[in-house]
């Protein structure tokens, strides 16, 4: 009798890695899921300019689409009874068309991935700033340089 031995995943504690992600997001809140979905597109982004860079037309590809997702994601998700939804709206709705732009034109996808990694990132700030005043702390003084 033969037996087959079912190959080991790459790393053992992949299950374990697993679960405690998806505990982590249903027991978060949903202000801490907005800031999840800031830091998910910012890394897919990331790897989405590694693969750009590195001419993987495959790696750019897949995570372009996770960065398109998760905007998309925020967009749908919007709670349009606040005023300042309107402007979300319209950033990620711009930050999509630099997306496909960005999938259409390979020759100036490195410079626009760039620009939407860098809006991504200030409204993730704003948003880790709005965090905090609902909590009531203060929020980092801005225009104050370290060391000065």
Not at 62 to 69: A, D, F, I, S
Not at 110 to 116: K, R
Request: glycine share 4%; charged share 25%; net charge negative.
């Amino acid at each position: 009798m033969e037996v087959t031995h079912m190959p080991m995943p790459r790393n053992p504690y992949a299950k374990q890695m697993n679960q405690y992600q998806n505990t982590k997001i249903q027991m978060a809140k949903p202000e801490e899921l907005t800031l999840m979905l800031y830091d998910g597109a910012i890394k897919f982004c990331n790897i989405a300019i590694m693969g750009l860079e590195a001419g993987d037309e495959h790696k750019f590809t897949t995570y372009l689409l996770k960065v398109e997702n998760i905007i998309d994601y925020l967009n749908n998700t919007l709670d349009m009874k606040y005023p300042v939804s309107k402007d979300f709206e319209n950033v990620y709705n711009y930050l999509m068309k630099r997306l496909v732009e960005a999938d259409l034109h390979r020759d100036e996808a490195l410079d626009i991935m760039n620009e939407v990694n860098k809006h991504i990132h200030t409204m993730r700030d704003t948003w880790v700033e709005a965090m905090k005043i609902a909590r009531g702390q203060q929020p980092a003084p801005t225009g104050v340089t370290v060391g000065a």
